[in-house]
């Protein structure tokens, strides 16, 4: 398991790994000021995530889960942040800023000199990318139609389809392991309670609410 630990009083963050039972946590980084996001590669020998360490943004990282020295992957001026491995492990989709909104690139870890924008939204924000289980689709949540819709497009970036109706406000799209549906935090409106939703990957049926649960609310999922 891999998490990020704030520091305190010191503004610095650290990402931490541990076995499933809890123990022997450790740190695998240190002097961050920002450190976030841990996306495990496929054979579980990476970990790519988010931070800051001297440089005026946040860029994309991969450190061997084992430790070691963290190899910077992303070097954009405006940063880059959310990144998500790609089921063979030759990928890494994540969200860059760009004019005040985000779109979602696409990097290979091993040569990451040649990155390619998959998404370019001018009246929105793509973010959240996550890749199919079979790597040929990625889901991301997008405000490009007004409010927060979770889309399903191809591996390239083309054919970019809402599977989420507009009356939700969708987010934090997660993959079921066959890849034949998708789960995500949704709400009907701004105030409204957060449940779960389960969505058919092509969007041929409605949503429905797993969570419907007006005591709680519920956030991030993930398929195990």
Known sequence: IAWMRRLAPVATEE?????????????????????????????????????????????????????????????????????????????????????????????????????????????????????????????FDSTRDGTDRIYVMNADGSNPQAVSPPTLIASWPAWSPTGSQIVFQGKTGPTSDVDLYLVPADGSKAPVDVHPDPAHNAFSPGWW
């Open 15 to 139: 990402m931490w790994v541990m076995n499933a039972n809890g123990s022997a946590a450790h740190a695998l980084t240190t002097n961050a000021s920002t450190s976030k996001a841990p996306s495990w590669s496929p054979i579980g020998d990476r970990i790519a995530f988010t931070a800051r360490f001297a440089g005026p943004v946040s860029q994309i990282w991969i450190i061997p889960s084992a430790g070691g020295a963290a190899v910077q992957v992303t070097t954009g001026a405006l940063g880059a942040t959310e990144p998500s491995w790609s089921p063979d492990g030759h990928a890494i989709v994540y969200a860059v800023p760009t004019n005040g909104q985000l779109n979602i690139w696409k990097v290979d870890p091993d040569n990451p000199a040649t990155p390619i924008q998959l998404t370019t939204t001018t009246t929105g924000t793509d973010e959240s990318p996550s890749w199919s289980p079979d790597g040929t689709k990625i889901a």
